[in-house]
């Protein structure tokens, strides 16, 4: 486990009353990496994967958080890859834990379009900002 301290604008704006907090600015997807819009060729992805990534993020002094985002969880049809993410909010801070499996070593091409809209689901998990006003 890695405990991390960051400063960035990369996954804060301001616009004064509001930060927008971007989570998964540095460890998540942002986009799909599944562009084509068919695939003749299976999708490897040469071993079963599991991605985990938690986070602690504290409230700054003089905010509270006004929206997080909801939990989700989803997969693909018999399982191949799934994903859930969960936001607990506390007093101080919010926690977030998200967690990507990829289960199915090879894809077929026709579980692509499967795999596409899956990703497409993360990314948009992956892209909501949690926001804080102040108080």
Request: net charge negative; charged share 25%; aromatic share 14%.
């Amino acid at each position: 486990m890695s405990q991390y301290e960051l400063e960035s604008d990369k996954f804060v704006s301001d616009d004064g009353t509001r930060i927008y907090f971007n989570t998964f600015a540095a460890t998540g997807y942002d986009e799909n990496p599944f562009k084509l819009r068919e695939r003749l060729f299976p999708v490897d992805f040469n071993y079963p994967m599991k991605q985990t990534n938690r986070f602690t993020i504290d409230i700054p002094k003089g905010y509270k958080a006004e929206e997080v985002p909801e939990t989700a969880a989803f997969a693909m049809e018999g399982k191949a890859a799934s994903f859930h993410i969960t936001y607990n909010q506390q007093p101080n801070q919010v926690q977030v834990v998200s967690t990507l499996k990829i289960n199915e070593v090879s894809l077929s091409p026709v579980q692509y379009q499967a795999l596409k809209i899956f990703f497409d689901k993360v990314v948009d998990k992956h892209t909501e900002l949690i926001v804080f006003t102040k108080e």
